[in-house]
Nanobody, 122 residues
Framework: QVHLMESGGGSVQGGGSLNLSCAISEYWPDCMAWFRQAPGKEREGVAVMDRIRTYYGDSVKGRFIISRDNEKNILYLQMNSLKPNDTAMYYC???????????????????WGQGTQVTVSS
């Protein structure tokens, strides 16, 4: 069982930046992702990566960067030019399946962290 733990959330003004981290125990799942969920909304895929490729949701493309440190077993999400509607609980997720098919859906992922809150003020 892979355990995931997020950190790095906080409060920031619009236009600011935050860098989220997700510590991964044991071994890397084949497909890793960042999701977010705002109150009253469905969980939304933000960014996804495997060992080679990265994918971004339309709402964050050009502002967020997903990356990984294989030696430290950490997944990152660098968030720039933050907007108030980026406010949400952010989760990292992992799947032992390759990033294909329904990897933008939360049900694709078996492993989840507890989440870290990001709040962006205007």
């Amino acid at each position: 069982q892979v355990h995931l733990m997020e950190s790095g959330g906080g409060s920031v003004q619009g236009g600011g930046s935050l860098n989220l981290s997700c510590a991964i125990s044991e071994y890397w799942p084949d497909c890793m992702a960042w999701f977010r969920q705002a109150p009253g909304k469905e969980r939304e895929g933000v960014a996804v990566m495997d060992r080679i490729r990265t994918y971004y949701g339309d709402s964050v493309k050009g502002r967020f960067i997903i990356s990984r440190d294989n030696e430290k077993n950490i997944l990152y999400l660098q968030m720039n030019s933050l907007k108030p509607n980026d406010t949400a609980m952010y989760y990292c997720a992992g799947s032992h399946r390759p990033c294909a098919g329904s990897f933008w859906t939360s049900r694709f992922y078996a492993n989840w962290g507890q989440g870290t809150q990001v709040t962006v003020s205007s």
